[in-house]
Structures are given as C-alpha cells and as structure tokens.
C-alpha cells in the first residue's frame, strides 16, 4: 500500500499542523508504519499550501530544491526504510500505544526495528521489552543501555534495533 502524508490533492501536511514540531514525529511514523511511504515533491522541504489556495499552490514548480533539516531527516529515514526488510516487509506489532507517543514494533525472520515516536513537548520514558540489553538508534548510530525503559525526547523518533 502506498502511504502518504499528503499529495496533490489536499492542503499539505505543513501547513495542516498546529505545531510545526509535528513534522518529524509525522514522517516517523509513515516510514515506519507498513506500506510504502511516498513524499509528495517540496514536502520534503515543509513546503506549504492550503487546498482552499487552489491547485496552483498545491502543485507550485520550484526553481531549485531547498534543502534543509526535514529533508536531511526525511533522506535518513528513506535510506533506513529502504535497507531494512523488517521495515519494507515485516510483520507489525504495538509495544506501547498512548495519546502522543507510542513504540511498535517491525519484524521478519531475525530483524527487529522498533519505532518509537513522541509528538509530546517534553520527554517520555517508556516501558516494553524488546528481548535484549542493548539497543541502537539507527537514526543516530547512538547504543543505549537497554532495562526495559527508554527515553523518547520531546518531538523525537527513534529506530531501534537490537545492538551486539
């Protein structure tokens, strides 16, 4: 299934947020969710337009892109997506489902990648057992000390996957 967070026919997701912190929480979540995640040209960049603006502004031409921290984000989470069967393919799970942040789980055959993702504007600590003492943070190469808890920062995302 091809999944997206907007395209040519609605107002885009920038410009549908109330907290521009949104962003990367949003796109987390798309590619970590099953399906194909698809990026609707210039969102990579927070473009913004409203459907009520008319097709013109949701179909803009751009002279040259406009790269910055969502797009070096968005390039991060692509090359991940498209590395890891367990994303592409796998099987999904909930490991811990709340109103602004959660953790599912991505599996298949031996490749495990959790997702963690929390759209809160302070820190949360979270409980799930991911069978393992270390994690690492394929965002970031960042290793954590696993105890069952891990700490998702205020708008942050976090890939995890079992660490040797």
């Not at 410009?15 to 590619?31: A, Q, R, T």
Request: aromatic share 12%; proline share 4%.
């Amino acid at each position: 299934l091809l999944c997206f967070a907007d395209n040519h026919d609605v107002t885009r997701i920038a410009s549908n947020l109330v907290n521009e912190n949104h962003i990367k929480p949003v796109y987390g979540m798309l590619f970590g969710m099953p399906g194909i995640p698809c990026i609707y040209y210039g969102s990579e960049w927070g473009a913004r337009a409203h459907k009520n603006e008319g097709d013109p502004a949701l179909r803009q031409s751009y002279d040259e892109p406009v790269w910055n921290d969502i797009t070096e984000f968005i390039s991060i989470l692509a090359k991940i997506h498209k590395n890891s069967r367990a994303l592409c393919y796998g099987q999904f799970f909930n490991k811990v489902l709340q109103n602004k942040y959660c953790v599912f789980e991505r599996y298949l055959d031996e490749e495990r990648v959790y997702v963690a993702v929390n759209a809160d504007d302070c820190d949360v600590t979270v409980n799930f057992d991911a069978g393992c003492n270390r994690l690492k943070d394929m965002l970031t190469d960042r290793e954590y000390d696993f105890n069952g808890n891990i700490t998702i920062p205020a708008y942050g995302v976090m890939f995890l996957t079992p660490a040797s």
